[in-house]
Structure formats: C-alpha cells, structure tokens
C-alpha cells in the first residue's frame, strides 16, 4: 500500500468544480499546469457530477465550507481537495498582509485590477439545527474565474521561500477542513439523559423563570454570609469591592490568587464559580440547544486560529469540563478511542529547532520531560517541564531564567530557535511555522488573544479581565500579547513558530488518520489541539489504535522530513469519554 498521505499535495488527477447557483455545477479536467485540459462541462446536479467521477482524487472548488456538506448529505465523499479560498488565506498571510479580504472575488478583484469587495460577515452558529451551519457564503464565481484565481495561486505558492512546504500547508489544511466537515456531519456521541443526571448531581433543581439553579443559590448565600452583606460571586468587580472593604487586596477573582486568601468567603466563592462555568456553557439550555438525536455537533472550524489551531462556531465544544464527558457516551457495540499526544510541543521545538541532544530526547517514546531533567535538571521532572514550557512560551523572568540558561547549556539550538522567533516578532518582521503559516500583525484587543488561543468566542473561559484561569497554562492563551507591544509580540512569535508548527503537523495527522480510517465503519468525531476522538465498533478499535499511530509517524515525516523525533500518542478504548482521563 502506498504511504496513506504521501500524495497529500500531489497535482495529478485535478478537476475544479463551480457550483452553480441552481444547484448544478460546471467542472473541467486540470493539466499539470493547472490550465484545463479538456472542456468545460455544465451538470444539473452538483453531487452527481462528483459521484460520477469517481477516479478524480482532487477536487478544485472555491469553498470547502460551501460545498462538501452538501455532497456528504447526497452520500459522496471525496479523496483530497483544494479549497481556493483557504489557500489565499495562507498566501495572503505569507506575503506579510495579513486582514485583507481573503475570498474568491476578492483574490479575483486583485488580480485583474478592480476594486477588492470585502469579505462577508461571519456566520453566527445555528444551535441544534445542522442544515443552517451549511448555508453557502460568499459569492458564485464562473469556472473560467476561478481558474484564473487557482493559476496565480500557483504561481504565487512557487514564489515562497519553500514552495514544496507551501504547497503541502495548503494541501494539509484543505485536508483539515474535509475532516471537519465530516465531523461536523457525524457529530459527538452524546447521551442527554445522563448529561441531565450529572447537572442534577452538581447543580440541584432548576428553578422557574430561568434563575440561579439550587445548589448555586446555596452557595452565593454562603459567600454573601461570609462577607457580612449581599455579594453578586457572578459578578467579579462586585467580589474584588467586597474583598477590599473586609481589608484584603486582590486584582481578580482568579483562582490561584483566591487561594492564597484567607477568608471564609473563597471556598464557597471558588465553588461557585466552577459550578457556574458548567451551568453556562454546558447547562440545559445548552443541551436543548445543541443536542439532537444522541448526537452533539458543533460546528469546527478548521484553522479557526492565526496558528491554525481549531475552533468551533458555537457550542463550546473545546472546552467540554471532565464532568459533563460522562454523557458523551459510545453507541452500543461500539467504542471510543480517545487519543492525546505526548509532550506535542517540546516535541516539535526539537524537530523545527534541529537540536541534536533534544531530537535525541525526542526521539524516544518515554516521559520526555524526565529526560530533559536526567540531562539538565538533576532529575527534577518538575523544573525541567518548566523551563521548557518557559523556553516556548516566554516565561523568562525569575526562576524561569535560570531555568532557560540551564536550558540553553544542554539545548542550545533550541532555545536559539525560539530566541530568534521572539527577536523577529518585536523587531516586526515576519515569523513563520516550519511549513510556512505566518505571524501576523499584533492584535489589539482581548477578543483577538482569545481567538490566538483557540478558545472560541463563545466559551466563558476566554479572558475577560477576571476569568480565563482554564485557558492558561501549556496549550493556554498568551497574556499581553493583545496589548500590540513589541515584547508582548516576541513572546507570541516564539510560541507561534512552535504551537503553530504542531498545528501544521496535526493537520498532516488528520488527513493520514482519515485515509488509514477509509475502509472502516470506524470515523473521527472529536479534535482539539493534541487530542483525537474515533468513534468505531468495537472490534475495529484496534486497527484504530494501529491507524493513530501509523498517521502520527507519517505527519511527523511529511511536516518536518526524516529526523529522530517520535510523536506517541497515549491511547485509551472506553466507552465513556471521562474514563479515558
């Protein structure tokens, strides 16, 4: 069998497809050159032009978004696709413009010289119904135009630095949104009745008219008693006024700095707000609204990130609490393989990095960390972990520097690596991932951090002054890099040269998973980051475990070519998600 992505961005076997505002579609065969070769035929019907050409295995169309759904809701699946206006997204951040508009009539409009009309306004997120998420966007382009789109895309993927990188980062992400299409359709396994157990057990009874749930009720009472007067604990500005007129000084309602206080106001304080998270973003209006025929769908959003990180349009699905995955639950007879990738990122600095000692390192399949700390750290797991995460994400003061000078003395290519990033990112020139995704310019506003860090707009856990303790720590937000300043920017570019570059390799894990899974019942219904969920019967739940790790060795070669470093997955069959934890 040939390698399951080897051909990932192989330009043989190309048709492009234009969908026509009647339901129909013109198509056309693709040379080597990208120029057609043959003519332009008119079909009736978009599905049956694509199911009719079964030996296409790449198919040129103007929005993945716009056309896969409905070609899965006819029951026609294709091999690879180019998504045109994915591949301008990439290009237009390559070439250091970043914001632009990134459509198809807009790449047209800059290329024969008119004026560029702007991108349309994002589509909110539809909870519970399916068929709004796939409404088209955009606007129908000819054949004929979107070839003339698709040719200097060619001929500006051939002007990058590294071409053949280029063209696989298109070619990868192209890949990530047929993944996420798929999913989206298939949707998470999601047992209501149990979802509603679990709020019962946490929450109490629901009250009329839509307020407070029982048990938070109790709590915020516990906290007003505390403090000797009525205190709003959904309110953060109202808790921080309380703790200052009781004589204690605190700049949030974080939990690391509650938990320093000595007050009897925290512990029921620090209940609450867990509780509440859950009640918000996973209550039962939740489940009305997003759960339907046992099955959760959000909508993912593949590169939803400027590091190519997912997202999701709605539902919070990225950010489900340990306690409410025990109502994503398997069919019967059938299995969830949940699988995390080890240690991801340090993994990837040393592939990127090309440092000899940490792709030694890397290149074992045991507690990377312990052998960082055997080599540098004196056997402190401990401190090794936190230099490294230093090195990546910037944590350079303090004991974080001595931390990344010992760092530096074992990994000293490494460490350089991420140096360099973080001096381009503040002198402001461009930084890219291995592949070739580019740093754009620094974001100016809080919700712009937040979607730097995956976290959708939608979760309460995206910072907001006071909230966000969640979304912190190793695949967490960057504090101040919404602040647009020249340090804030080299701390983003360091993890953006290494957080983006996993997000590359991820893509490539994606596209060789889904090949490896083709000829199974077995089919993804979950990603986040370094994290895949395969619903399959149960006995295929071995080949998939087989397949997760065959895909992960071919994305580890195809991102960053033939070097030492191993990217093991620690993989767990249940049939409940919270026992794979």
Not at 77 to 106: F, K, M, N, Q, W
Not at 125 to 139: I, K, R, T
Not at 401 to 409: E, G, H, P
Not at 516 to 542: L, S, Y
């Amino acid at each position: 069998m040939s390698d399951p992505a080897a051909t990932l961005a192989d330009m043989t076997d190309r048709w492009v497809l234009a969908p026509a505002e009647d339901g129909g579609a013109e198509v056309a065969p693709l040379g080597p050159d990208g120029l057609p070769a043959g003519p332009v035929l008119r079909e009736a019907d978009l599905a049956g032009a694509v199911r009719g050409r079964p030996d296409v295995t790449r198919w040129v169309w103007r929005s993945t978004r716009e056309v896969y759904p409905r070609l899965l809701a006819a029951g026609v699946r294709v091999e690879r696709c180019y998504d045109i206006e994915d591949a301008e997204t990439l290009l237009l951040g390559h070439e250091g413009r970043s914001g632009e508009p990134r459509s198809a009539a807009a790449a047209l409009a800059r290329l024969r010289g008119g004026p560029v009309p702007p991108d349309p306004p994002p589509r909110s997120a539809a909870p519970g119904a399916q068929s709004p998420l796939f409404e088209p966007q955009g606007v129908h382009l000819p054949l004929t135009d979107l070839l003339a789109v698709y040719a200097e895309q060619q001929r500006r993927h051939a002007a990058t630095a590294h071409p053949d990188r280029m063209r696989l980062l298109t070619a990868a992400e192209s890949a990530g949104m047929l993944v996420a299409t798929e999913m989206n359709r298939a949707g998470l396994p999601w047992r209501a009745d149990v979802h509603r157990e679990v709020l019962g057990e946490l929450l109490g009874e629901r009250y009329a008219g839509g307020g407070e749930p029982r048990r938070l009720a109790e709590l915020a009472d516990e906290v007003s008693a505390a403090f000797g007067h009525r205190v709003r604990p959904d309110l953060p500005a109202e808790v921080v006024k309380a703790f200052a007129r009781a004589g204690i000084k605190v700049r949030s309602t974080r939990r690391w700095e509650l938990e320093s206080v000595d007050h009897p106001a925290v512990a029921p304080l620090l209940e609450y707000k867990k509780l509440y998270r859950v009640w918000v973003a996973h209550g039962w209006s939740w489940l009305q609204d997003w759960v339907r025929e046992g099955r959760f769908r959000p909508e993912f959003l593949a590169g939803g990130t400027v590091t190519g990180r997912w997202v999701t349009n709605g539902g919070g699905a990225l950010q489900i609490p340990k306690v409410i995955r025990r109502a994503v639950v398997a069919d019967p007879g059938w299995r969830l393989v949940v699988a995390d990738a080890d240690q991801m990122e340090p993994r990837v600095l040393a592939a990127i990095s090309r440092d000899p000692a940490l792709m030694e390192v890397a290149g074992q399949d045991s507690d990377l960390y312990q052998s960082v700390s055997d080599r540098a750290f004196s056997g402190d797991r401990a401190q090794a972990k936190l230099a490294v995460l230093g090195a990546v994400y910037g944590q350079t003061s303090g004991d974080g520097l001595k931390n990344l000078a010992a760092l530096r003395r074992r990994f000293p290519k490494a460490v350089a690596y991420v140096d360099e990033a973080a001096r381009a990112g503040e002198e402001g020139r461009l930084v890219r991932t291995w592949l070739g995704r580019t740093c754009p310019p620094a974001a100016g506003t809080s919700e712009d951090a937040t979607q730097e860090a995956g976290l959708p707009q939608d979760d309460p856990r995206a910072p907001d002054g006071q909230e966000g303790e969640e979304g912190r720590g190793e695949h967490g937000w960057l504090p101040g890099y919404a602040s647009g300043n020249a340090r804030a920017r080299g701390r983003f570019a360091r993890n953006f040269v290494v957080q983006g570059s996993a997000a590359d390799w991820a893509l490539l894990l994606l596209a060789a998973l889904r090949r490896g899974c083709r000829d199974m019942a077995a089919e993804p219904v979950f990603f986040q980051h370094d994290e895949v969920i395969v619903h399959c019967p149960k006995e295929e739940a071995d080949a998939v475990v087989e397949a997760i790790r065959e895909a992960s060795a071919t994305a580890g070669r195809l991102t960053f070519g033939e070097t030492p470093v191993r990217f093991p997955f620690t993989t767990a069959v249940v049939e409940c998600y919270a026992d794979a934890k």
